[in-house]
């Protein structure tokens, strides 16, 4: 005999809204929405509201990957091109 009161699982959606996506990406709504906007990310609008499809999250995302060569070990680049800059100011 089955437990009819036990609660059905909630329906995962293919679509989220912009602060959904925003949380998926760890970025704010803010970026996300410029990303729409600036064409870079396909949504589908009802009324005032974005409507995202996760694969097109997934597929934008693998667009952005980008190989980074690693520092050597000690280097701070960072502080290198700080110091490079303002030696060609002539500063110091």
Known sequence: MENSSAAPEPRVSPWLDVEMAAE??????GTVRKILHEGKLKAARIGPHFRIEKSDLDAWLA??????????KGSRPWVAGRHARNRKRGAR
């Open 24 to 29: 998926y990406l760890h970025v704010s709504q």
């Open 63 to 72: 667009r952005q990957k980008k190989t980074i060569p690693p520092y050597r």
